[in-house]
């Protein structure tokens, strides 16, 4: 799998650009921007964790899809929403509506209470999560570099 980590740094930018166009300016999307997508692929991939669990959407030989979800050793112990953490799920836009999106969020948390950050303004993502048993719990995230770019807490 860690040969697949310019094909996640690729459809990671792609899917950024697709789903938050309209949030953020569009010379944020640089070439410095897929280089730190490249080498955080790079570093996940070459360093398995056990508490991070990553699942693979393929069409046509090609990566469409991933997500993401990182649990704390405490996981098993509580089951809270606090100790995981649904941190990524990316599906490219021609793949919407598919399913794709569902299987691999089925495949990486399944039913499992958790958290996870989306971006505020972004109704597609919103009404997939609320679809999913995720409800917004109040916090927000605002990076002062892009303002626009709101992130609100959703629990489960």
């Known amino acids: 799998m860690p040969a697949?980590?310019?094909?996640?740094?690729?459809?990671?930018?792609a899917s950024w650009r697709e789903a938050y166009s309209h949030?953020?300016?569009e010379d944020f999307f640089t070439a410095e921007?897929?280089?730190?997508?490249?080498?955080?692929?790079d570093h996940i991939l070459n360093s398995p964790s056990e508490e991070l669990s990553i699942q693979l959407a393929e069409h046509?030989?090609?990566?469409i899809g991933f997500a993401c979800v990182q649990r704390t050793t405490s996981t098993k112990q509580t089951g809270s929403s606090d100790d995981t953490e649904f941190n990524?799920?990316?599906?490219?836009?021609?793949?919407?509506g598919s399913g794709v999106?569902?299987?691999?969020?089925?495949?990486?948390?399944?039913?499992?209470?958790?958290?996870l950050w989306v971006a505020k303004n972004n109704p597609r993502a919103e009404a997939f999560y609320r679809c999913n048993g995720f409800e917004l719990n109040g916090a927000e995230d605002i990076d002062p570099a892009t303002p626009l770019f709101i992130g609100v807490r959703t629990v489960r």
Do not use: C, N
């Not at 697949?4 to 690729?10: F, K, P, T």
């Not at 046509?60 to 990566?63: E, L, M, Q, R, T």
């Open 101 to 115: 999106g569902q299987a691999l969020l089925d495949a990486t948390l399944g039913h499992s209470p958790a958290s």
């Open 88 to 96: 990524a799920i990316y599906v490219l836009e021609a793949h919407h």
């Open 23 to 25: 949030l953020l300016p």
């Open 4 to 13: 697949d980590a310019g094909a996640l740094a690729q459809l990671h930018v």
């Open 33 to 41: 921007f897929l280089a730190k997508r490249q080498k955080m692929w």
């Open 60 to 63: 046509a030989g090609s990566i």
